[in-house]
């Protein structure tokens, strides 16, 4: 897929949704680093949704969109990131948030982007902090949401269970410095 400023490789058996015309949709972007590390950045605390929680890089699919331009622009918008490769769709989910919003249906991919990874182009006006989650950090994924509100963290661990570098949620090589 190329979104006219450069191309997307869709791994082969990925099938990306195509959302009907009255249907509302988000995406979902679980990226790794070299590490095996996922990245995570705080919604800030006057967000409508899932305030002052940690969440995957992700947003709304605008008018138009596909759901691949959507996860390409959410990339970029908040993180300064360019998606590269589309690894793996890791559900659909469908959910309705306390925004009065109404149901929303949600695509989630493990992604490879390229960029700085150690400088994340943040949306300040909208996250607070970012960070690198391992399998130890996955508790704390879970902070300020509310029980069985665990999509994020369990994407996560999908993720990072599912890394070579990773075994039964250890990490066997790491290392030294963060990305």
Same mark, same amino acid.
């Given at each position: 897929?190329?979104?006219?400023?450069? &191309?997307?490789?869709?791994?082969r058996?990925?099938?990306?949704?195509?959302?009907a015309?009255?249907?509302?949709?988000?995406?979902?972007?679980?990226?790794?680093?070299?590490?095996?590390?996922?990245?995570?950045?705080?919604?800030?605390?006057?967000?409508?949704?899932?305030?002052?929680?940690?969440?995957?890089?992700?947003?709304?699919? &605008?008018?138009?969109?596909?759901?691949?331009?959507?996860?390409?622009?959410?990339?970029? &918008?908040?993180?300064?990131?360019?998606?590269?490769?589309?690894?793996?769709?890791?559900?659909?989910?469908?959910?309705?948030?306390?925004?009065?919003?109404?149901?929303?249906?949600?695509?989630?991919?493990?992604?490879?982007?390229?960029?700085?990874?150690?400088?994340?182009?943040? &949306?300040?006006?909208?996250?607070?902090?970012?960070?690198w989650?391992?399998?130890?950090?996955?508790?704390?994924?879970?902070?300020?949401?509310?029980?069985?509100?665990?999509?994020?963290?369990?994407?996560?661990?999908?993720?990072?269970?599912?890394?070579?570098?990773?075994?039964?949620?250890v990490?066997?090589?790491?290392?030294?410095?963060?990305?």
């Amino acid at each position: 897929m190329a979104d006219g400023r450069h &191309e997307v490789t869709v791994d082969r058996g990925v099938e990306v949704p195509v959302p009907a015309d009255d249907e509302v949709w988000t995406v979902g972007a679980v990226i790794l680093d070299s590490e095996g590390r996922a990245f995570a950045q705080k919604r800030g605390p006057g967000r409508k949704l899932f305030p002052d929680s940690w969440d995957i890089v992700g947003g709304h699919v &605008e008018p138009g969109e596909t759901l691949l331009e959507a996860l390409a622009r959410e990339v970029e &918008e908040e993180t300064g990131w360019r998606l590269r490769r589309v690894r793996s769709l890791f559900g659909v989910t469908a959910w309705t948030g306390d925004d009065g919003g109404g149901t929303r249906h949600e695509a989630d991919f493990l992604v490879e982007v390229d960029g700085d990874l150690g400088h994340p182009a943040l &949306e300040w006006s909208k996250h607070t902090a970012y960070d690198w989650f391992g399998p130890g950090d996955l508790p704390r994924l879970k902070e300020n949401r509310a029980p069985g509100e665990y999509l994020v963290h369990d994407l996560v661990a999908k993720a990072l269970l599912g890394h070579p570098g990773h075994s039964q949620g250890v990490l066997r090589t790491r290392r030294p410095g963060r990305p």
